[in-house]
């Protein structure tokens, strides 16, 4: 290898990394910039419209640097809710949420999450009661219609033992 060629390949690889850090400092303020009053991190936890006691919370957590597929499962979570669970989500029985996980750690204990996921927890009387991590939404994702059956099965179980107290 000729030292012109050797200088050549260590100025293409740094101008790669160049690059890719640009790129990812991009993406960074892209998703800082995305968070809105009600969801950003310095601002209280969003109140169910009638605000209740037992509810179902269905949590999008996520990290700061957010890819396509994350951003999909959101899109796709939040769909389902807001469709599918429409009356219950007004009527104060099921809240949304989305929360970044590295900047409020105490949700990456409380619920084991180690990477973006869809929570859905039980709360009754103030309390949660349980807590279901949707760990295969990575895995669903790609078909809408299995996607919302497994999202959809979690919410319903809550809701249901809800009922039957």
Known sequence: MTMEKAKNITRSALLA???VSIGFALGKEVTARRQTPTTGPESPAPVAPAATSDKVV????HTTFR???CNEIERLT????ETEFADDLTAGRIEWREANFQQDESLAKRYEVVSSCVVVVNMQ????RGFQRLDDVWTRYQDPADFNGYVGAAIRKYLTERVKE
Request: glycine content about 12%; hydrophobic content about 50%.
């Open 78 to 81: 939040k769909a389902l809710v």
């Open 67 to 69: 890819c396509v597929t």
């Open 17 to 19: 990394f160049v690059l």
């Open 125 to 128: 009387g103030g309390q949660e």
């Open 58 to 61: 269905v949590y999008y957590l």
